[in-house]
Nanobody
Framework: QVQLVESGGGLVQAGGSLRLSCAAS????????MAWYRQAPGKQRELVAD???????KYEDSVKGRFTISRDDAKKTVALEMSSLKPEDTAAYYC?????????????WGQGTQVTVSS
């Protein structure tokens, strides 16, 4: 069974930094696009950043210059380095990945990790 597990969330003061990591496990042939989403209470889940298998990246406007997404295909991980955090960044952050097995290609979600930024 393919699984994505996030780690690195926590409580941090405004201006601080956190590094989120997501590891894929299971029977995996290759991984396509990997992404980070976030969802705050009462709001729709939004794409924060994604990274294609070729390395190209995309960021939501509010995090540009502050967040960096990266991937390590050998380790089957994707990370999100967050700096200059703001209270508006408070949300549950979810890892997302398109994973190919010998049988099919599916999109998977992690369980989420909470990031809380205090003022």
């Amino acid at each position: 069974q393919v699984q994505l597990v996030e780690s690195g969330g926590g409580l941090v003061q405004a201006g601080g930094s956190l590094r989120l990591s997501c590891a894929a496990s299971g029977i995996i042939s290759s991984i396509g696009t990997m992404a980070w989403y976030r969802q705050a209470p009462g709001k729709q889940r939004e794409l924060v950043a994604d990274i294609r298998s070729g390395g190209s990246t995309k960021y939501e406007d509010s995090v540009k210059g502050r967040f960096t997404i990266s991937r390590d295909d050998a380790k089957k991980t994707v990370a999100l380095e967050m700096s200059s955090l703001k209270p508006e960044d408070t949300a549950a952050y979810y890892c997302n990945a398109d994973i190919r097995s010998v049988w099919s290609t599916k999109t998977y979600w992690g369980q989420g990790t909470q990031v809380t930024v205090s003022s």
